[in-house]
């Protein structure tokens, strides 16, 4: 029984939100990923597994900022003093375009850290390429649209879906894998990609049309004893109850509020041939994410819905919060966002994104023309399109008959 700790979208300096931490200078969002790290290196350690295996994404781009770089090389030499066997996968975010660009982890393999081996080209690693771990590992980095077009020779004027190709040569490469396997050893699968069927989370909407998708057959193909996917960051298996475990263990923190309801893992699986048992472990110190959508047509009851809603969620302390506020455009002035600020007062940020709402175009009723209508008539449809609330129309309607029938008395 080989125990592996598997992990991946780590994104540590993501520092989308809040402020600087006085004493290490770093971000503190970017600490908040950090605490993650370290509870992840922490079990590696402490639990003595035989191995780690990342599945990529390190940073949020290719061209990490050396404080950043730092912070993830010393985690990663803590395994490596260790004597724990890493592999750290290339992902989208870590590769650059450019076939001649070196990746964003390309300091392990150019120093030749001891333990840990960096994979940015599909790869067969037998037990010799994993310091003599009995294990054999098939290993499908992030391979980048312009690399695999280079590679058949061909531009974007053929007729050619390369994405199709890509997904068809990645295929290949696994089923002739399968031919050169040792039998008698437990198989692990590595991959950086977008399964078919899989949940994905808000990163969806940023790589559609992008991803290269494997077939679900493919890795639930019973020769693995254990796939880990990095690239997509909710959590889930994709062959429960069933042999292989096909898991993504998802980001090792909130990234956005599209994973603000998404609780946080990384997975130990003991992995034995033909048998393998899988232990998911929340992640303990993660960031609230409080998202927040509010539409108003009352301007007399603006701020109790505003505040009571805001106060609906407790304690805010440390959150990052967002309240979408939907609005007519007419009650734009009804809004006390200072109000609002001093109750979200120790939340870790607070964001009011007001969104007024423009009165849409008016629609005459069938038949009518604007010649033809009464005065009154033209100004309850204005009303109606402004969504002024009915017991507010009856009012400016009395107001407006009485207006006009005293300008009618004045000519008379």
């Not at 971000?27 to 370290?38: E, G, T």
């Not at 770089?69 to 996968?89: C, D, F, K």
């Not at 290269?212 to 796939?227: A, G, H, K, M, Q």
Request: glycine fraction near 6%; hydrophobic fraction near 40%; include cysteine.
């Amino acid at each position: 029984m080989i125990k592996i700790l598997h992990f991946a979208d780590a994104h540590i300096d993501m520092a989308n939100f809040g402020r600087f931490d006085p004493e290490s200078g770093l971000p503190m969002r970017v600490m908040d990923f950090l605490k993650s790290l370290d509870e992840i290196v922490d079990a590696a350690v402490n639990e003595k597994v035989d191995m780690v295996i990342f599945a990529g994404d390190t940073y949020k781009d290719r061209a990490p900022v050396p404080t950043f770089q730092r912070e993830w090389g010393r985690r990663i030499m803590r395994l490596s003093r260790a004597g724990i066997p890493t592999l750290l996968l290339t992902g989208n975010h870590d590769i650059s375009p450019s076939l001649t660009r070196a990746h964003a982890i390309q300091e392990f393999d150019t120093l030749e850290v001891p333990f840990v081996h960096v994979v940015n080209k599909p790869s067969l690693l037998s037990p010799k390429d994993l310091d003599g771990l009995p294990l054999q590992v098939i290993a499908l980095p992030w391979v980048t649209r312009s690399g695999l077009m280079a590679a058949l020779n061909v531009n974007a004027d053929n007729q050619i879906d390369v994405l199709e190709a890509l997904e068809e040569r990645l295929t290949a490469y696994v089923q002739a894998s399968f031919g050169e396997l040792d039998p008698s050893l437990p198989t692990v699968l590595v991959a950086h990609a977008s399964i078919e069927g899989a949940k994905y989370g808000n990163e969806r909407t940023i790589m559609l049309g992008k991803d290269v998708v494997l077939s679900r057959s493919l890795v639930c193909d019973p020769r693995l004893d254990y796939v880990a996917l990095g690239h997509i960051h909710k959590a889930q298996n994709l062959n429960e109850n069933a042999h292989p475990p096909v898991i993504y263990p998802g980001s090792i923190e909130r990234v956005d509020f599209g994973e603000a309801k998404d609780d946080k893992f990384y997975v130990i699986a003991e992995v034995s041939k033909g048998e393998t048992r899988v232990n998911w472990r929340q992640l303990k110190n993660i960031r609230r994410f409080i998202d927040l959508e509010v539409s108003l047509t009352d301007p007399n009851t603006v701020n109790k819905v505003l505040q009571e809603t805001l106060l609906s969620k407790g304690d805010l302390s440390d959150a990052i919060v967002r309240m979408v506020v939907n609005y007519p455009s007419s009650i734009e002035g009804f809004i006390d966002e200072q109000t609002l600020r001093k109750l979200s007062d120790k939340a870790f940020e607070f964001y009011l994104v007001k969104r007024p709402q423009s009165a849409s175009r008016i629609r005459l009723p069938e038949g009518r023309e604007t010649s033809s209508m009464t005065a009154l008539e033209l100004l309850d449809l204005y009303w109606k399109s402004s969504r002024i609330p009915e017991d507010e129309r009856d009012i400016l309607s009395g107001l407006a008959k009485n207006i006009i029938q005293g300008l009618d008395e004045e000519v008379d």
